[in-house]
Every structure is written in C-alpha cells, then in structure tokens.
C-alpha cells in the first residue's frame, strides 16, 4: 500500500519502508540497505515494525511525540489506526497501539499526519472505504492526552458526500499558511468526486 525511501537506521543510507496489507508478510516492516556496493547484490534484511496481524492500509511517517525519533502511523481494517512509536535510533525496537476510529466511519483507507489547528502539535487526517451516507469518509483527529493514548477527538471534513475515499496528502493548496487535505473519490453518485481538496479553515499556526 505504502511505499517510503528513507533512512531507518540512521546510517545516511536509504532504506524501504513498506505496508502489505495481505499475505505471509503482512504489516509494516523495513528493508534495510546492506550498503554502498552491496545493494544490487546482497540481501536487504527485513525488520518489522507493527501490525504483522492485521490488514493494514496507507501509512505515513511522523515525529508523534517530540522526541527526535520518526514514528509509523496507518490505517488498519476494520477501522483503527495503529500508532506504532519507534523505540531507538536504529528502527529495530517498536511499541503498538491502536485508536479507534470515530462512530459514524466507513473502514480503514488512508491517514496523514500534520498540525490541522495550528496548536503546534501532530494532529491526524483519516479516509475511509465504504463510507454510505450518512457516514463520514474524511475526519480529522486530535489527542486530548498523550499521543500515544487511546483519547483521540475525532473532527468532521468530508460529511455525507462520498462513499470510497483513498490516500491523502496534506499541502497549503491555497497559500493561506495552513495544511488543506488533498484526496480522492471513486464512487460518489454516477462518477465519484474524482480528485479533490478541502480547505482548512483554521488559519497559519499560532506562535
């Protein structure tokens, strides 16, 4: 479902970090480049990083809770995200949680992670499949506690409009100085909602 070029081991290096949502090797794991030389030629060691029990959908990468290290945030069928918290530096040690997703969803699609609302902390952006009105296929959610705690307030973007939604980018669309959400619609009336944006109507963050 996802796929991420970046350094997972701090070696200045680039690794794979993938999701696969079936399979013997399902969940989200990483191929560690065995190096400069050996890259086309030697086998790149697979290390797990969560969800290997479930179908899991789109990820994203983000720093959850401040403390220098990138974690792994995805969606997970039926309809959680799954925040899998990095340990160390070197990628190989992770902690799994779950969060469920509000009521009134359709099941896991994709998830992005940015501050929404401007209060200077990771706020995430969640899509759904299967999203029949009256249900909600696009929400936003923000933690009341700690990051990696169950208490997650879930905020409404889409409303009814929109059955199947798909991967989301979060990008300033409009130059306003905030995130806006950037997604698609297959199934929505005769044509679906094809491709589109919806505006954040927060403003540039806070200082």
């Known amino acids: 479902m996802s796929i991420f070029i970046t350094d997972m081991d701090g070696d200045s290096d680039p690794d794979v970090l993938i999701t696969d949502r079936r399979g013997v090797a399902r969940g989200c794991r990483w191929s560690e480049n065995p190096g400069p030389g050996a890259a086309q030629s030697q086998p790149w060691p697979s290390h797990p990083v969560g969800g290997q029990k479930r179908e899991v959908m789109f990820a994203a990468l983000t720093d959850l809770d401040g403390d220098g290290l990138r974690d792994v945030v995805l ?10 918290r990095r340990l160390d530096a070197g990628g190989r040690r992770w902690a799994e949680a779950a969060v469920a997703f509000p009521e009134n969803m359709g099941t896991a699609k994709g998830v ?33 506690d700690a990051p990696f705690g169950p208490n997650w307030q879930g905020h409404e973007i889409s409303g009814p409009a929109g059955i199947k939604f798909d991967r989301i980018e979060l990008l300033d669309l409009d130059a306003d100085g905030d995130l806006d959400v950037l997604t698609c619609e ?20 806070r200082r």
Not at 75 to 84: H, M
Not at 134 to 140: A, I, L, N, T, Y
Not at 186 to 205: A, C, K, Q, S, T
């Open 112 to 144: 992005a992670a940015g501050d929404i609302d401007g209060d200077s902390r990771i706020d995430l952006v969640i899509s759904c499949e299967g999203a029949t009105p009256p249900k909600s296929g696009v929400k936003w959610l923000s933690y009341r």
């Open 186 to 205: 297959e199934r929505h009336g005769d044509r679906g909602l094809g491709v589109i944006w919806y505006e954040n109507p927060f403003g540039p963050p």
């Open 75 to 84: 969606g997970a069928k039926d309809a959680e995200v799954l925040l899998l």
